[in-house]
């Protein structure tokens, strides 16, 4: 690993990798799925269907045989109206996430957030669940800028905080994540306490594996 004093700043993915969401997600997914009299799906299953996107998530969930862009996009309205009344039931900080983020803060890196989370929804997690710490820039996915593994919502963190992104550990949780990170030239670090396992994260282009947030501290000396 390069000397850690060339490491200036830190991208978090959000969910699997900052926030414990899963349950949310699928609960709020499954209604949607529910009214619409479709089979629901166990929510490990959320486990493979997050992480690229509302559109892309209520593609895997609807069966084959109803997929078509019409259905698709109706459940993606429904799923952005729906989420701002159950977003937080039981979304949290996954353990030990608040001390890492302490001692970041302390050793004065920057701290920003990259998702495939709708915009509103990244900023309104982030304020309301992580509100004691100074991230520099917070994305989430916005119209018009392509998603993740897509590197643009990177490379815009790094131009607006003048920071070269070869000066970024990515932190995050799946094979988007990974590809992202590594197409816009970070330290990518795969978390294995979020949605996906070791393999992927590797296979992926990781770095470097961490298996709760305190070993970040030690990949920085």
Sequence with gaps: ????????AVC?????????????LANCTNKILLKRGFPEHPQQAYRYFVGDGVKMLMTRVLPKEARN??????????????????W?????????????????????????????????FTLIAVNKLLPSWDFK???GQRDGVPRKPD?????EICEK??????????????????????????FSVGVLWGFRNEEELRDNGAKAIVKDPLDVLDLLG
């Excluded at 978090?12 to 949310?24: E, K, N, P």
């Excluded at 590197?151 to 490379?155: A, D, H, K």
């Design 151 to 155: 590197p643009e919502g990177m490379l």
């Design 69 to 86: 862009e019409i259905l698709i996009e109706e459940c993606r309205q429904d799923f952005e109206k729906n989420y701002r009344d159950c």
């Design 137 to 139: 820039m917070i994305l």
């Design 88 to 120: 937080d039931e039981q979304t949290v900080p996954y353990e030990n996430v608040p001390e890492l983020l302490d001692e970041l803060s302390l050793r004065k890196f920057k701290l920003t957030v990259l998702s495939n989370k709708p915009h509103e």
């Design 12 to 24: 978090f993915d959000l969910d699997g990798t900052l926030l414990d969401s899963l349950a949310d």
């Design 1 to 8: 690993i390069k000397n850690f004093m060339q490491f200036e």
């Design 161 to 186: 905080l003048k920071i070269p992104s070869s000066s970024f550990i990515y932190l995050g949780d799946t094979a988007t994540d990974m590809q992202t990170s590594s197409a816009a030239g970070c």
